[in-house]
């Protein structure tokens, strides 16, 4: 038999394998120095576990880590908020320096002229389509049947 995983030797020593199994693991733990210390580990992990609950905390312990983690934290929050802080004040005033120096500024006042310009050619595209739309008045029957031409055709 190859050697049992921590899993297996954890429900042997709880007693929770199928008679079978617990027999072939004895069998192999009997012979196995490497199983037979990795049992006594487990054991005594268990005891030291069962023998933690009757250690007695002082009352003030919780309250004393409490505040030490609440105090630590407001620290190191402070401390990273400021750097952020300076952080993102030195991109905006280099961004700034770079907007006036390569002057971005007028690019981007002449872009917003054009933009204003577009939509304003645009409602007034509109605004005659509307008007165009009012005067012709054709059924969609008439529409599918024309058969004239457009400009003398």
């Not at 310009?117 to 059924?139: D, F, M, P, R, W």
Request: charged share 25%; aromatic share 10%.
């Amino acid at each position: 038999m190859s050697h049992p995983t921590i899993e297996q030797l954890l429900f042997y020593h709880k007693n929770e394998l199928s008679n079978e199994q617990k027999l072939l693991l004895a069998k192999h733990i009997e012979q196995c120095a490497v199983c037979q210390a990795e049992l006594i580990f487990i054991e005594e992990l268990e005891q030291e576990w069962n023998e933690a609950d009757d250690i007695k905390l002082p009352p003030a312990i919780a309250d004393n880590i409490m505040e030490k983690i609440s105090g630590s934290n407001q620290k190191k929050y402070k401390q990273e908020n400021i750097k952020i802080r300076l952080f993102h004040l030195s991109l905006a005033a280099a961004a700034t320096f770079l907007f006036f120096h390569f002057g971005f500024v007028n690019y981007l006042t002449d872009t917003n002229h054009y933009v204003i310009q577009t939509i304003e050619n645009t409602a007034s595209l509109i605004e005659k389509g509307q008007t165009y739309a009012g005067k012709v008045s054709l059924s969609l029957d008439e529409l599918v049947n024309f058969k004239g031409g457009f400009d003398g055709e």
